[in-house]
């Protein structure tokens, strides 16, 4: 079993910047950022493997991906922040790279204003 645990959200203006962390309490081979804003379905943000990170493409350029393997820890840095990009956000991992999301954290809000 994995616990997931997310903090750094918050309200910031647009153009700003913010790092949402995901600590998680088991070993992990996949991990994604997703999120989800009023009234629409959950998208996937951001993912990290050992392979690869993958990013939507409205994030391109702007949101980084990262995990300390050390501590456990995934990370988003989330610059130039847009009222678009205003939502829930969740941590999922999974435990083997060909499964899917089995895990998911209590989500944070990230608020952006205009």
């Known amino acids: 079993q994995v616990q997931l645990v997310e903090s750094g959200g918050g309200l910031v203006q647009a153009g700003g910047s913010l790092r949402l962390t995901c600590a998680a309490s088991g070993r992990t081979s996949r991990m994604g950022w997703f999120r989800q804003a009023p009234g629409k379905g959950r998208e996937l943000v951001a993912s990290?493997?050992?392979?690869?990170?993958y990013y939507t493409d409205s994030v391109k350029g702007r949101f980084t991906i990262s995990r300390d393997n050390a501590k456990n820890t995934l990370y988003l840095q989330m610059n130039s922040l847009k009222p678009e990009d205003a939502a829930v956000y969740y941590c999922?991992?999974?435990?083997?790279?060909?499964?899917?999301?089995?895990?998911w954290g209590q989500g944070t809000q990230v608020t952006v204003s205009s």
């Open positions: 990290w493997s050992r392979l690869n990170a």
């Open positions: 999922a991992a999974a435990q083997a790279l060909t499964n899917d999301y089995e895990y």
